[in-house]
C-alpha cells in the first residue's frame, strides 16, 4: 500500500469512510506527520452533496511542458492519454486516482470529481535546454484536481505534484501558472465578494512579492493588474474601496475590479465556474510550494469575508499598506511582510522657536561670504 510518510502504519483507505466523520478527517489531514494516500479522496472528498454554507474548497489547474519522451512513446496514443494512464496507475496495487482527459474545444463540461488532463493554448511551448545547448519544442498541459475540501490538498497536492516530476520531464517558463480556484458552499454572494475585491485593492502590490518578476503584468499579459485596469485607473485605494463597496449588482462589481479572466485575481470564474480564480502563481513549484501559496489564497479569502468595511477604509488611506496595516494584518491575510524599518519623520518646530534669535543667531547667507 503506497503511504506519503513511511513512518505511518499503512491502512486501508476503503474502511475509512464507514467510522472517520468529516471532522475527524479534517483534523488527520493537517496533522503535520500523516498524509492520507490521495487514492482515498476521490470517494469521499470530492462528494458534491451535503456542503456546509460557508465551507472552502479549492481546486488547482498546473500548467507544464513535457519534454524527451522516449521514442515511439506517441505512436498509438497522444501526451494527454499518457498523462492520463500514468496518474491512474502510479499506485503500486493498481488503485485509480481516477483522471480523464478533457479538451477545451469540446464544448462539454468536465466531471470535477476527477483529475483532468486537458490542453493549454496559452503556453509557450518551445524552450531553451541547458543541457543540449539548443531549442527543443514540447507538449503543453495543464493538470487539473478535483474538488477539493477539508484541507485534503495539504496531502492530495504534494502526492500527486511530485509524481508527475518524476515521472515526466516537465519545464517551466514564463507563460506557465499554478491557478487556485476558491469555492464556498453554497455560493458568493455580494457581500463575500466586495471583500475580497476590497482585499485585493488594499493588498496586489504587497501580495507580488511573493511571486518571482515573471509572474507580473509586465511579463505577462494573462495576469495584469486588477487595480490599474480601466474602471479602476486613476482612482486612489480609498476611492476604489469606496466604489467597489457602492456596487449595487455582482456585474457592477465584476466590471470594476476586472472585467474578464486575464487578471491576477479573476472574479468573473463566479459566473462560469462558482469559484474566485487567484491566477499569479508560479507553475515551477514543488508540492509543498504549491500547498503554502494555497494557503496563502485560502487565508486571504477568509479573513476578507469576515473584514468590516470600516477597517478596508482605515488600511486604504496609505497607498502602501505597509504603512496603514500591522504585521498581525498581513498575517491574518496571508501576505508576505516586508521587514524594512519604518522611519519617523523628523518633527519641526514652530515658527516662533526657529525665528527666536534669543536661542541661536542666524544669519541667511552664503558660506563664504
Known amino acids: 500500500m503506497f503511504i506519503h510518510n513511511t513512518n505511518q502504519r499503512p491502512f486501508n483507505p476503503s474502511l475509512l469512510p464507514y467510522f472517520i466523520p468529516q471532522n475527524i478527517c479534517k483534523e488527520l489531514s493537517d496533522f503535520p506527520l500523516l498524509r492520507l494516500p490521495s487514492c482515498y479522496f476521490p470517494t469521499f472528498n470530492a462528494a458534491q452533496t451535503n456542503n456546509l454554507k460557508e465551507s472552502i474548497?479549492?481546486?488547482?489547474?498546473?500548467?507544464?511542458v513535457i519534454?524527451?519522451?522516449?521514442?515511439?512513446?506517441?505512436?498509438?496514443?497522444?501526451?494527454?492519454?499518457?498523462?492520463?494512464?500514468?496518474?491512474?496507475?502510479?499506485?503500486?496495487?493498481?488503485?485509480?486516482?481516477?483522471?480523464?482527459?478533457?479538451?477545451?474545444?469540446?464544448?462539454?463540461?468536465?466531471?470535477?470529481?476527477?483529475?483532468?488532463?486537458?490542453?493549454?493554448?496559452?503556453?509557450?511551448?518551445?524552450?531553451?535546454?541547458?543541457?543540449?545547448?539548443?531549442?527543443?519544442?514540447?507538449?503543453?498541459?495543464?493538470?487539473?484536481?478535483?474538488?477539493?475540501?477539508?484541507?485534503?490538498?495539504?496531502?492530495v497536492i504534494p502526492t500527486v505534484v511530485e509524481y508527475i516530476r518524476e515521472k515526466f520531464d516537465c519545464r517551466f517558463n514564463y507563460t506557465t501558472g499554478l491557478h487556485v480556484h476558491i469555492g464556498c458552499g453554497e455560493g458568493w454572494g455580494l457581500q463575500s465578494l466586495k471583500g475580497i475585491a476590497k482585499a485585493i485593492i488594499i493588498f496586489e502590490s504587497s501580495m507580488d512579492k511573493y511571486h518571482p518578476s515573471h509572474r507580473k503584468p509586465e511579463h505577462?499579459?494573462?495576469?495584469?493588474?486588477?487595480?490599474?485596469?480601466?474602471?479602476?485607473?486613476?482612482?486612489?485605494?480609498?476611492?476604489?474601496?469606496?466604489?467597489?463597496?457602492a456596487a449595487?449588482?455582482?456585474?457592477?462589481?465584476?466590471?470594476?475590479?476586472?472585467?474578464?479572466?486575464?487578471?491576477?485575481?479573476?472574479?468573473?470564474?463566479?459566473?462560469?465556474?462558482?469559484?474566485?480564480?487567484?491566477?499569479?502563481?508560479?507553475?515551477?513549484?514543488?508540492?509543498?510550494?504549491?500547498?503554502?501559496?494555497i494557503d496563502r489564497v485560502v487565508k486571504f479569502v477568509e479573513t476578507a469575508i469576515k473584514t468590516k468595511h470600516s477597517s478596508f477604509e482605515i488600511w486604504a488611506r496609505s497607498e502602501d499598506p505597509w504603512y496603514s496595516?500591522?504585521?498581525?494584518?498581513?498575517?491574518?491575510?496571508?501576505?508576505?511582510?516586508?521587514?524594512?524599518?519604518?522611519?519617523?519623520?523628523?518633527?519641526?518646530?514652530?515658527?516662533?522657536?526657529?525665528?527666536n534669535t534669543k536661542r541661536k543667531r542666524v544669519f541667511l547667507g552664503r558660506k563664504d561670504w
Not at 474548497?57 to 507544464?64: C, D, K, N, T, V
Not at 482527459?101 to 511551448?125: A, C, H, L, M, Y
Request: a neutral charge; one cysteine or more; glycine letters at 6%.
Open 67 to 155: 519534454v524527451n519522451l522516449p521514442p515511439g512513446a506517441l505512436e498509438n496514443t497522444n501526451i494527454f492519454e499518457i498523462v492520463k494512464d500514468g496518474l491512474n496507475l502510479f499506485h503500486p496495487d493498481g488503485i485509480s486516482i481516477k483522471t480523464d482527459v478533457w479538451t477545451q474545444v469540446t464544448g462539454n463540461q468536465p466531471d470535477r470529481k476527477r483529475f483532468i488532463v486537458t490542453d493549454e493554448k496559452s503556453v509557450e511551448v518551445t524552450l531553451f535546454d541547458e543541457q543540449q545547448q539548443k531549442e527543443i519544442t514540447g507538449y503543453a498541459i495543464e493538470l487539473c484536481t478535483p474538488i477539493l475540501r477539508n484541507r485534503s490538498w495539504k496531502w
Open 57 to 64: 474548497s479549492i481546486g488547482m489547474e498546473l500548467e507544464m
Open 248 to 293: 449595487v449588482t455582482k456585474r457592477d462589481l465584476l466590471d470594476l475590479i476586472g472585467p474578464h479572466k486575464f487578471f491576477k485575481y479573476n472574479l468573473n470564474a463566479v459566473d462560469t465556474h462558482g469559484t474566485v480564480e487567484f491566477r499569479q502563481g508560479d507553475a515551477a513549484v514543488d508540492g509543498d510550494m504549491a500547498v503554502d501559496w
Open 220 to 245: 505577462n499579459w494573462c495576469i495584469s493588474s486588477n487595480s490599474k485596469n480601466d474602471n479602476l485607473a486613476g482612482y486612489t485605494k480609498l476611492e476604489a474601496v469606496k466604489l467597489l463597496e
Open 325 to 355: 496595516c500591522s504585521r498581525k494584518v498581513f498575517e491574518e491575510f496571508g501576505v508576505p511582510w516586508d521587514d524594512r524599518k519604518r522611519t519617523s519623520k523628523r518633527r519641526k518646530l514652530p515658527m516662533k522657536i526657529r525665528l
